[in-house]
């Protein structure tokens, strides 16, 4: 009998032999090097994994498919520009295993499902199109022709192309993200939901309308030359281990970096750089000069208290804030001082959990300083009040009178390789009318201005029966959306699923009615067209495009590009109605990236551009001070304070990442910097939660939350006691993605509350 989806979309609940060690006080080091060759060696060709340290972001060879860190514009080491989760990254991408027929043969889906996602992912790299029929237990090969065909019969077989969801993973490449988006545009639909959905939706709408540009506003040049660096809501030495060069180098230069984070993170605190001999000897730079232990989603209450002391510091003294700044560029600033005026400091810092003697300190650092970077991550974006959290830090900058100018702005830190590329080439549910028109200029048919199903909307429509064929571009998504069994269940209820991967994931286990696999190259496989080795492009956190070309033989002669996936679906399923000659851009990208310059802003001279061995930077108006909002001027905003209060028996968790994973993929089972070892089933407690609830060390209980009226659990883990403030818990994605509401979002935004779901702990 077939497990239900449910079942299938579950992550084991066996435990593994989970050993703890005291949590490190610094990062990287020789630990990091041991672990980079250690995946090296064991899941990659020797000869494969010395190409790629080689070739990895450095000029002229190709893009990490892990983060969206920027690279140096001028020189890189030649020791390798690289982290130890880039490394990992490309472990799993180029790992030596294949599998396709006899693997799939031998191993039914509901086997697979009850794998861990470790031993899912480890399976080996995906070598040929597979199909899953109706009732059928197991995949089977599929030509390519007859996959293309059978996406085409679902597609045009639908009511309406409303009825159909088009996923995108921020991996996907410039190229293949144009025609992908411009293939659902002509089917008919705007259904583009994407990962942005689900991280930094809210960066984008909180920055959009204060400062007129969605994206962060500095480079990476501008980190090194600030006076003052605040990471908040971020782990970087786990999600973006490059950033801490960066810092290292800021405090070379007499830079301050302030830490604020619920969980004292080793990166933040030391950080040893691998390629510094001197460094590796005398034991690395200390990071953080004031560390502020943050209680989970106390953001607004901290920074409103510093903007409240601000501007009591400016009434007494002056010179604080920029007035300068304020008249000449921004928009509000009378409203929110009255506004301001309305809170209490006191209310505020105790909403924040944050002590005064820290917060002294804190404040201390913002007052001398006016060259200021805010650089966070999902720590911020993740809670019904995402937006405010980020119009906030806004606030803060504007006040100061730093933005717009040399080591000064706002620096969201994507997560994905291309995630903001993929959006600004048209990835986009709600992309703007003159974008839309243009396309209608240059391609001659009428994109739908409707509005299209974000991830949370696309959900609720599978669920409800109303989408009929889902189709992923990358990633994975049942592991990567809140609410893990109703989104099991939204896919089970389509006539299709289909996903473009490199690799196995859970996502592909939870099935429609039928089910594609299209296995495609990795960004470290040469891409062979009848034009020669293709080149693509993709655009990182600080709005830098640049060119990324395979190095590798592709790991199987049956998989092919992203780009060719997508002219397949599109000449298949349009046929004689399309006006587009689809079939001539796999051949040459150069043909897409000619359209991308006639459409999208920016990309002007695309192909010459990209011959730039560091690739070129993209208009960018609040680096300008040049702010394209309604009112053309930086806006100050009003924002409130989280109501949501905590009973006696609840915490408040949060997801994170082991520092063994990016995003769904899970590298290994340790978090070293946490000191948890084989074991991923964990809860992160306050040791004084544990006593008022009578909870020994590695206890095992079930997890509950409660949204709405309806009750969601998760069964099998351990407790961990940790340096993590009061009524504040911890707990690892995707594990506990099952006690995510779909229905707890932020406002106008729509991204996941995925860091505040209220739980209780039952023995």
Known sequence: MSSSPKDKAKTPESFSNLKTKTPPKNSVGIPAIKAAVGHAVKYMNPADALKISLKLNQKGGFDCPGCAWPDPDDARSFLGEYCENGMKAMAEEAQNKTIGAEFFANHSVDELASWSDFEIGKSGRL???????????HYKPISWDDAFKKVGTHLNALGSPDDAVFYTSGRTTNEAAFLYQLFVREFGTSNLPDCSNMCHEASGSALSETLGIGKGSVTLDDLYKAELV?????????????????????????????????????????????????????GGTKIADVFVPITINGDVAFIKALLIKLLEKE?????????????????????????????????????????????????QLILNNNKIIICWAMGLTQHQNAVDNIRELVNLLLLKGSIGKEGAGTCPVRGHSNVQGDRTVGIWESAPQAFLDKIEAKYGFKPSPKHGYSVIDAIKAMYEKKAKVFFGMGGNFISAVPDTLYAAQALANCDLTVHVSTKLNRSHLVTGKEALILPCLGRSEKDYQKTGIQVQSVENSM???????????????????????VCGIAHATLKNRTKINWLQYKDDYDLVRYDIQEVVDGFDDYNSKLKQPSGFYLPNGARHRNFKTKTGKANFSLNKLPKWKLKDDELVMMTIRSHDQFNTTIYGLNDRYRGIYNERRIIFMNRDDMATRGLKEQQVVNLKSEFNGVVREAHNFKVIGYEIPKHCCATYFPETNVLVPLDSFAHTAKTPASKSVIITIEI
């Open 315 to 363: 009434a007494i003294d002056g010179g604080v804030v920029d007035k300068g700044f304020i008249k000449e560029f921004t928009h509000g600033y009378e409203a929110f001082v009255s506004d301001l005026k309305t809170y209490n400091f006191e209310d505020c810092l105790q909403a924040s959990g944050v002590s005064k003697e820290i917060f002294d300190d804190a404040f």
């Open 127 to 137: 070598s040929e199109p597979l199909f899953l029929a109706a009732g059928a237990a």
């Open 543 to 565: 709005g830098i495009v640049s060119s990324t070309k395979g190095v590798l033989e592709p790991c199987s002669k049956k998989i092919i590009s992203e780009v060719a996936v």
């Open 230 to 282: 605040i990471v908040i809501g971020q782990n970087p030495a786990t999600n973006h281990p490059r950033m801490l060069t960066a810092l290292e180098k800021c405090k070379k230069n007499g830079g301050k970096i302030m830490a604020i984070n619920p969980l004292p993170e080793a990166g933040l605190v030391k950080f040893t750089n691998p390629q510094n001999p001197y460094k590796l000897l005398t």
